[in-house]
């Protein structure tokens, strides 16, 4: 059988054939094993290592007393009474200055009356004198009583303020009065005494607890990583790590580069600084190789 015979022909474009279909299924799976991260589950809220809760820990005091707390009645307002009004006792009436009696007996025309006169001149200018000494002193006590009465009134407003105030703070119900814990969530559940994982979640239906475990790992990951100035969100880079039983991250290592040193390395550190738990009973120490990229950072 000769080169040009269709027999080799055929051959030779099978072998090509089957070379190319090869390198073509190895090129998908290895996409497809890179397009695979990590998944990462809905963690429930609330400080703590408890990576496998169902539901987030309310907020309260640990063995503290379940109470139905009534809702925050509105307070009503008090319209303030009126001030006593305090009665201004009428001004008295002077006295009629009687005039100077005339004498019965016929004066003398051609020679005036000295001494009369200078003697109701003196009555004139003292019952004048007494006139506006009587004015002042019951513009005196005018002036007093309206001080007395707007005393009176300010004082009742002060009271009814204080008054008022001691309502509204009597009906404000404790912030943390209920059964639960320190760290937990407005809206958790009491029977969770433990902690939460660090999610947004009051409630989460995971059962694969490892799952959970290396979600709160990327979750954490994810804070603690400081990405270098001026670098590209399409970065990524794919990380081996040892889990060990203890929760400690051991021998992490770059198996494929993003090309770019400063966000490697950025990653390398950021896993030196997260702190685990220990992992769950039934699960050894392994190795794990995951894809972090940039843009995960502001996911989740």
């Known amino acids: 059988m000769t080169s040009t015979s ?30 695979t991260p990590t998944k990462i589950l809905e963690l429930v809220a609330g400080e703590g290592d408890n990576y496998g809760a169902k539901e987030a820990p309310a907020l309260g005091r640990e063995g503290g007393i379940k109470l139905n707390l009534p809702a925050t009645p509105i307070p009503t307002p008090v319209a303030p009474e009126r001030a006593p009004v305090v009665p201004v006792p009428p001004p008295p ?19 005036p009356n000295f001494k009369k006169k200078i003697q109701y001149d003196i009555v004139r200018g003292d019952a004048k004198a007494k006139l506006q000494l009587r004015r002042e002193r019951e513009a005196e006590a005018k002036r007093l009583a309206d001080e007395k009465k707007r005393m009176t009134k300010e004082e009742f407003d002060r009271a009814q303020k204080n008054k008022t105030a001691t309502k509204v703070a009597s009906a404000k119900v404790p912030a943390i009065d209920g059964e639960g814990i320190a760290k937990g969530v407005v809206g958790g559940s009491v029977n969770n005494t433990v902690g939460g994982a660090g999610g947004k ?55 494929r580069t993003s090309g770019s040193r400063e966000f490697d390395r950025a990653v390398l550190d950021a896993i030196g600084r997260v702190r685990m738990p220990s992992r769950p009973k039934d699960r050894p120490s392994e190795s794990i190789e995951f894809v972090f990229t940039m843009r995960e950072r502001d996911e989740g």
């Not at 080799?8 to 190319?20: D, E, P, R």
């Not at 200055?97 to 025309?109: E, L, Y």
């Not at 590209?232 to 929760?247: M, Q, Y």
């Open 6 to 35: 269709p027999s080799a022909f055929l051959l030779s474009t099978v072998l090509h054939g089957t070379a190319i279909l090869v390198a073509l299924l190895l090129s998908f799976v290895t996409s497809q094993k890179e397009r």
């Open 93 to 111: 009436v002077p006295p009629s200055v009687a005039p100077a009696s005339k004498s019965t007996q016929p004066a003398d025309q051609s020679i």
């Open 201 to 255: 979640a009051l409630q989460s239906d995971n059962d694969d607890v490892l799952a959970a475990y290396y979600s709160m790992f990327k979750l954490r990951l994810r804070e603690k990583f400081e990405p270098p100035p001026g670098l590209s969100d399409s970065l990524k880079v794919t990380i081996e790590v040892r889990s060990n039983a203890d929760g400690a991250l051991t021998s992490a290592r770059v198996t």
